[in-house]
């Protein structure tokens, strides 16, 4: 991530403050508007409330001669979060933890005399796999009588995307990635399937609620004072949550999910090749390690382990539901894992294509691991040698990478149906495009398989 | 029966909503917000506000209930063993 000092292209909305960067620490400037509601937040114990559950990233108030402007009241110093990552790069249970957690928030502040006053996914960020509120300036004070202000944009950022993966097909959560502000409701009930109409909750905060949008589209009706019982607005929220809790998806039948259960590796070669890897990240000690192609993570595991901060990507949205479940549950909370196609990686999105960052805008990282990824990129996705070790260089300052040659039944499959147009899917032709970029630090075969394992260092420029 | 009465719930909401109800009876707070919360999301939320918010009453008064008699009778319990 950069270090220059500047603010940050995706808080320009809320008039009430802004994120920026200083000297490579980032704040937060509230600004004198927000006062009220900032020291309503504070007094009335629900910050403190909401940093001792762990459901807000907890911060400190910095020096005001920091601030960006002169509106400004306070500047906070929140604790960084490890990895900046994006609602379409979360798994169905990390979406839905995300929905649950802005709902619990909204309680709590309820409780306490305030709101959110927006509910957007991009809100919330995960720490390893446990969901954070990052936005201190999204609580106003609760004014007996009023809706939910947010309730539109909890039902376009979580339930929606929620019902159509859950209901439809898991792949619709890249639907956030085209619409930003979330999936509008009259796409999402087009695309429902019709037995989502006996849902009371989805009938009615998903089809009803777009048909009442398209009434009133356009009318000339008095918006600015409508009336909600305080058990109205609480029901409301109680209804949002039994309709989250029922949405379910069970991680199964897609490509990848049940990898480990059918691969080539014996035992005796998976352990070899993770104790390969382990000597590997203990010569190099990264901070950040981005584990490609990740499966469930069994890999990132030893990075996690060794305390590395780590990021477990891989395609199969099957597969980070349930390395994601396997972190909740007690398994290494230190690994973020993350949906992403490698050959397709999230740009830069929002306006002037700024306001979310591209995966290479949120490197390198001090490691990256390539197990058993090179012939899916080289050979199912005809990327030439070159261009990935072009591409791996911008990704990392250390890379273990794994070559799987053409003999490996694994590669013998992606070559079953089709020509073998690749002449240069060569052990000596990937070493000669990576030393381009990389030093080659260590080379060893993978006992069991015909596979090899590199530690490669990149080069200065 | 009280399955019967929860499929008619649906129904009687799509009717208010298809038959255009005017919902907008009770408004006299002025709301304000950065974000737009749209025309249509207020007038259904309102609505749906009215029909949660009885049934969300009900449960907390039910809950209410049920933790005075649970704190009732563990007090009663832990009596007899005194």
Excluded at chain 1, 92 to 108: H, M, N, P, V, Y
Excluded at chain 1, 152 to 169: I, K, S, V, Y
Excluded at chain 1, 309 to 322: G, H, L, M, Q, S
Excluded at chain 2, 30 to 57: C, E, K, N, R, W
Aim: proline content about 4%; aromatic content about 12%.
């Amino acid at each position: 991530m950069t270090s220059s000092n500047h603010v940050v292209a995706s808080s320009f909305r809320d008039p009430n403050g802004f994120v920026f960067v200083r000297e490579g620490t980032i704040y937060r400037q509230v600004n004198k508007m927000y006062k009220p509601d900032y020291d309503f937040l504070m007094e009335s114990g629900l910050y403190q409330s909401l940093a001792d559950a762990g459901l807000i990233v907890a911060h400190e108030e910095a020096d005001i001669d920091l601030a960006e402007s002169d509106s400004a009241y306070k500047i906070l110093k929140p604790d960084e979060i490890p990895f900046i990552s994006y609602p379409y790069e979360w798994s169905f249970g990390q979406l839905k933890d995300a929905a649950l957690t802005t709902l619990r928030i909204q309680k709590t502040a309820f409780d306490h005399g305030m709101t959110l006053k927006d509910s957007s996914a991009y809100n919330i960020q995960f720490i390893g796999c446990k969901p954070v509120f990052i936005d201190t300036l999204s609580f106003e004070r609760y004014k007996p009588g009023q809706p939910w202000p947010a309730y539109r944009q909890f039902c376009q950022h979580f339930l929606a995307p929620l019902a159509l993966m859950a209901c439809r097909d898991i792949r619709l959560s890249q639907l956030l990635r085209v619409y930003i502000d979330g999936v509008e409701l009259d796409l999402a009930s087009k695309i429902l399937p019709a037995r989502s109409w006996l849902s009371f909750s989805l009938l009615s905060h998903i089809h009803l609620h777009s048909r009442s949008q398209r009434q009133f589209s356009g009318k000339q009706v008095n918006t600015k004072s409508y009336k909600v019982s305080k058990f109205g607005f609480m029901g409301i929220i109680d209804s949002l949550e039994n309709a989250v809790r029922k949405l379910k998806w069970q991680p199964k039948g897609t490509e990848w999910g049940d990898y480990y259960d059918d691969t080539n590796y014996s035992d005796e070669a998976t352990t070899e090749k993770a104790a390969i890897v382990k000597r590997f990240l203990k010569q190099i000690q990264p901070e950040t390690t981005w584990d490609l192609g990740a499966n469930t993570g069994v890999f990132s595991r030893i990075a996690a382990e060794m305390g590395s901060r780590t990021v477990a990507f891989d395609i199969d949205p099957a597969a980070v539901e349930k390395g994601y479940l396997a972190g909740v549950n007690g398994g290494a909370g230190n690994i973020l894992p993350l949906v992403l196609d490698l050959t397709n990686p999230s740009g830069g999105l929002g306006w002037a294509n700024n306001e979310r960052m591209s995966l290479l805008e949120r490197g390198p990282a001090q490691a990256v691991l390539a197990l058993a990824l090179i012939h899916h990129l080289a050979i199912s996705n005809n990327l030439p040698m070159q261009k990935i070790a072009s591409f791996f260089r911008k990704l990392c300052s250390s890379l273990i990478i794994e070559f799987v040659p053409k003999q490996d039944s694994q590669v013998q499959r992606l070559l079953a149906t089709r020509e073998d147009i690749f002449p240069d899917y060569t052990k000596d032709h990937f070493e000669d495009a990576f030393k381009k970029h990389f030093a080659i630090d260590a080379v060893t075969e993978v006992a069991g398989s015909c596979r090899t394992m590199y530690l490669m260092r990149r080069l200065s420029e | 029966m009280i399955r019967k009465t929860r499929m008619l719930i649906p129904v009687i909401f799509a009717l208010a909503i298809a038959l255009g109800v005017d919902v907008a009876e009770a408004r006299d707070h002025v709301v304000q917000a950065y974000l737009d919360p749209g025309t249509g999301s207020l007038i259904i939320q309102v609505l749906l506000a009215s029909l949660v918010g009885m049934g969300f009453a009900m449960k907390m008064f039910w809950a209410h209930i049920a933790a005075f008699f649970s704190k009732f009778f563990a007090g009663k319990q832990s009596d007899d063993k005194q």
